[in-house]
């Protein structure tokens, strides 16, 4: 059977693919349209899978309970702040109270890589500029981070798990869902952000969602329409593919 598949012209498609840029302000009150939400998922589904096992499953919260998610979240991140850099007492009382402890994905808080590294180094040093912030101002670096636990204002939050039985396999089928997801949306008018720092709290996530204890959380994603707000602006330093090809011997 022939397969008769779409032209699309190559330089508009590289060109769409650079002008994906994560969105660090949404519009709080505009949500997404249902059948868009609908098809953004099915273009998700279009990605190949090992075995076509799609071994991930999503939590899309939005609403009021996005909003308990939201608040608890901000709750133990600030917890968990004051336990980090204040003083003896305070880390004795995180310590104590566990309150703000991740409860998932406690690796997240491993050191990069030494060649890694320099590369998260300067995205978020370059971030931090274009917001005006300076490396002396913990407090306003600190409010920033907790913008994540509120979503950034998106009005949809999709949580991904991954069936832990495959492994890296199963968080490499759902890097390719995603891609597709996010691409998709942008395609739609609409704005993503991948947020692993909303990935510490399992427990939260599963008293709105019936989750398997087969699936592990890996991400979040925030997804809505994208504010005027000037860090949407923002664009993250990109390497070139001749920097990530293993060389010959």
């Known amino acids: 059977m022939e397969i008769n598949y779409p032209i699309i012209d ?23 349209p249902q059948e868009i939400l609908d098809q953004i998922l099915e273009d998700a589904m279009t990605a190949p899978s090992w075995s ?7 939590a899309i919260a939005t609403g009021e309970v996005k909003d308990r998610i939201s608040t608890e979240f901000l709750d133990r991140w600030a917890a ?5 850099n204040g003083g003896l007492l305070a880390k004795i009382t995180l310590l104590a109270t566990r309150k703000g402890l ?10 990069y890589a030494a060649e890694l590294k ?18 002396s101002s913990r407090a306003e670096r600190d409010a920033q981070w907790a913008k994540n636990y509120e979503f950034f204002g998106a009005p949809t939050e999709l949580f991904i798990y991954i069936h832990k039985s495959l492994g890296i396999w199963s968080a490499s089928d759902a890097g ?33 969602f019936e989750v398997s204890k087969d699936y592990r959380l890996l991400t ?3 997804i809505g329409y994208r504010s005027n707000a000037p860090i949407n602006g923002f664009g993250a330093h990109r390497i070139s593919a001749a920097e990530i090809t293993a060389k010959k011997k």
């Open 220 to 222: 979040g994603l925030a």
């Open 176 to 208: 390719l869902m995603m891609e597709n997801l996010m691409l998709s949306a942008h395609a739609h008018g609409l704005g993503t952000c991948a947020q692993g720092a909303v990935a510490l709290w399992d427990d939260v996530i599963r008293k709105e």
């Open 102 to 111: 991740p409860t998932s994905n406690r690796s997240m808080g491993k050191p």
């Open 118 to 135: 320099p590369r998260a180094q300067r995205v978020g040093k370059e971030l931090y500029a274009a917001l005006g912030i300076t490396r």
């Open 52 to 58: 076509n096992t799609r071994p991930f499953q999503i």
């Open 10 to 32: 190559a330089q508009s498609f590289s060109d769409f693919l650079a002008s994906r840029r994560s969105t660090r302000d949404f519009q709080r009150d505009k949500p997404i």
């Open 80 to 84: 968990l702040n004051r336990g980090k």
